[in-house]
């Protein structure tokens, strides 16, 4: 659920002193409101189709993009099994010190 480049770009921008925001993966590169709509709908007990994001980590000479909406994945629903791979699943920013 990483963000669009022209968010990624915005983010990198207003943060350009801190390097972990220069390129897509760390936390606050993330569409957290479409992750969190995806999986409540994907966990949905009713039957009907989700639409999953793709992102494309080949586009913007490796910079990566989200696809094109009509491009994305559809799932039946209800699912068996939702399987998210997220190395920054529960990551929390430590206090400044």
């Not at 990198?12 to 936390?27: F, K, P």
């Not at 639409?51 to 629903?77: C, E, I, M, Y």
Request: with cysteine.
């Amino acid at each position: 659920f990483y963000l669009p480049a022209t968010w990624q770009e915005e983010v990198a921008n207003v943060y350009s002193d801190n390097a972990l925001l220069q390129s897509r993966g760390n936390a606050g590169t993330h569409d957290i409101r479409l992750g969190s709509e995806t999986l409540k709908a994907l966990k949905s007990a009713e039957e009907g189709e989700v639409l999953v994001p793709r992102f494309d980590k080949s586009a913007l000479n490796g910079r990566g993009d989200q696809v094109p909406k009509h491009r994305w994945t559809p799932v039946a629903t209800p699912c068996d099994v939702v399987v998210l791979e997220g190395w920054m699943v529960g990551f929390k920013a430590e206090e400044n010190s």
